[in-house]
């Protein structure tokens, strides 16, 4: 089983669609999640922190479940510029430091 | 521009070269991380330095590889008698801790090498 799980997609939306991604994550002594995008053949860019309180960003909102080891990212009144492969990460402390663990990512694509 | 910095962009080599790849992380970050991602995967972590001094090496870096941070500021990653399957994006990242950072990490734009 995979450290850190998604769907792969891609998801097709028309602009102005709400979107949710969801992630499952096996360790339970994970400390930290993000959630990361990703753009074709270009770094991963922070998105966002995700919080067991729910934290929200502009149309971004974003959701910890610890028992459950799920995180969900909600993207509303989606943009043609949020294409893009959305990454689930996962931060557990090791060594004293602090190695992400990343999904493999879904893809986006939203349509006009 | 004050981000993290990679050098070179893209690297083309014959299998059985040697390669050598640098990290220039974000000013007063104390932590340099490499990691390295395939096509259609997430990056995977291979090492990570605080300061100069290297405190974790994944399965995934064998023999062949090796990093450094001499100075504790830019890193370097070698790879050794290169084979087909180290093609991939070897992606570096940089994050401060200590007097209340997060310890967020943040990505360069990765070296792309493509063994031929």
């Known amino acids: 089983r995979k450290e850190v799980e998604q769907d792969p997609g891609p998801f097709n939306v028309p602009e102005g669609a709400t979107v949710a991604f969801n992630c499952t994550y096996s360790?339970?002594?994970?400390?930290?999640f993000f959630w990361y995008r990703q753009d074709c053949r270009k770094e991963p860019k922070l998105l966002m922190s995700?919080?067991?309180s729910g934290n929200e960003d502009g149309r971004f909102t974003a959701q910890l479940n610890r028992a459950s080891q799920y995180i969900s990212l909600l993207i509303r009144d989606s943009k043609l510029s949020d294409s893009a492969t959305y990454l689930c990460v996962v931060n557990m402390l090791t060594g004293g430091g602090n190695k992400l663990t990343f999904g493999t990512g879904t893809q986006l694509k939203v349509e006009l | 521009d004050t981000g993290v910095s990679q050098d070179p962009r893209h690297k083309i080599t014959k299998r059985g070269q040697n390669v050598t790849f640098r990290c220039d992380p974000i000013s007063e970050h104390n932590r340099l991380y490499w990691y390295r991602q395939t096509l259609g995967q997430g990056p995977e972590f291979l090492t990570y330095f605080q300061n100069e001094a290297q405190l974790e090496k994944s399965r995934l870096l064998s023999d062949r590889f090796s990093a450094e941070r001499p100075k504790g500021s830019f890193s370097t990653l070698e790879i050794q008698r290169t084979e087909q399957g180290d093609s991939a994006m070897y992606l570096c990242?940089?994050?401060?801790?200590?007097?209340?950072?997060?310890?967020?990490?943040?990505f360069g734009p990765g070296t792309r090498l493509t063994v031929l």
């Open positions: 990242a940089s994050s401060r801790v200590g007097q209340g950072a997060r310890d967020t990490q943040y």
């Open positions: 995700v919080y067991s």
């Open positions: 360790n339970s002594a994970s400390q930290s």
